[in-house]
């Protein structure tokens, strides 16, 4: 390098500096996935530099060493950070669809009564996955037997029920009963030992769930920053969302309720449940929710469902 390459050189370093010049490279995301997620979210919503190195360190911080796939607290970590980074601009355009279509503001993780499920279900269903893999060869056949037997005679009633030759009622009663007696048959394989293992397998990943579920909440709760009132004020408003559901449901079941009109009553619900968390929590909290909401559907857009939990979605109430 001659003498006035280098003179130049020290002339741009001391007019502009150096931190500057490394202010003005993009910051690149270690991890190929969220490299994708981060790539992908661009140029959806079309994000300016500063923006995209303030997400790109986040993620690199939150989610390092795939910490992403298993802690429940990292796209509410990114999301409140990103609250104070992104231009209200960014903001529009990354809510725009969640507006336009109602989006339920923390749906999933722990808010709905099906997220709040045990394995098998709140009747205490059977986790067929657990039951097949302590079966030996020969009971695993026994199965298979049982399984395709009982799927024959469960289509055959619901297409009875589809026919008109039964009403509704009689085809879920005999569907139960026939559940009922196919849980039986696979009971029966059973040794005593392995009843006591499924059981054992059962209650472990009963408590694993209920410890991310509560991992879940934590997290939401830190990143809001949400106070005990907050936190109760949820709560009920998801109680009274979840049972105002389940009326309606119950209308739609007893045809008393059309499937045009149930859409209409559940899309109201939808906005009667998030203005009532609006009237609940500050504008930033809120921000952070939507921009949490809208990173969980990019996430599983761009990446696939990879953390564990339906939708994007690792957080949501008790």
């Known amino acids: 390098m001659n003498k006035l390459s280098i003179l130049l050189t020290i002339a741009i370093f001391a007019t502009i500096g150096c931190d500057k010049l490394m202010k ?11 490299q994708a ?15 995209i190195n303030a997400l790109n360190d986040a993620l690199n911080r939150h989610g390092k060493d795939g910490k992403h796939r298993r802690d429940p607290a990292f796209l509410w970590k990114v999301s409140a950070e990103m609250q104070g980074k992104l231009s209200n601009e960014e903001k529009e355009r990354l809510f725009g669809w969640m507006d336009d279509n109602n989006v339920p503001y923390l ?31 020969a009971q695993r056949e026994s199965l298979k037997s049982i399984m395709d037997s009982y799927k024959s005679q469960m289509e055959e009633v619901m297409k009875k029920a589809k026919d008109g030759t039964i009403d ?4 879920k009663a005999e569907l139960e009963a026939l559940e009922a007696t196919m849980r039986a048959e696979i009971e029966a394989l059973l040794t005593d030992e392995q009843r006591q293992k499924l059981e054992d397998m059962q209650a472990g990943m009963k408590q694993k769930m209920e410890e991310m579920r509560q991992a879940a909440h934590d997290a939401m709760v830190s990143a809001l920053e949400m106070t005990p009132d907050q936190e109760s004020g949820l709560e009920t408003i998801n109680n009274e969302s979840a ?8 209308k739609a079941k007893a045809e008393e309720m059309g499937k045009e009109d149930l859409h209409e009553a559940i899309k109201q619900l939808i906005i009667d449940r998030n203005s009532k968390i609006e009237a609940l929590l500050s504008d930033k909290q809120i921000e952070i929710i939507k921009i949490y909401t809208a990173l969980g559907m990019q996430y599983s857009k761009h990446c696939g469902d990879k953390r564990g939990d339906k939708g994007g979605n690792t957080g949501g109430s008790r």
Request: aromatic letters at 4%.
């Open 24 to 34: 003005d490279e993009t910051i690149l995301v270690d991890d190929p996935e969220l």
């Open 37 to 51: 997620f981060s790539e992908g979210l661009n140029t959806d919503v079309g994000l300016s530099k500063k923006s």
């Open 107 to 137: 749906y999933g993780g722990g808010m709905d009564a099906k997220a709040r499920r045990g394995p098998g279900g709140d009747r205490g269903g059977m986790n067929l996955q657990a039951v097949f893999s302590i079966l030996d060869e």
């Open 168 to 171: 509704r009622e009689a085809a």
């Open 243 to 250: 049972q105002a559901q389940k009326a309606l449901m119950d």
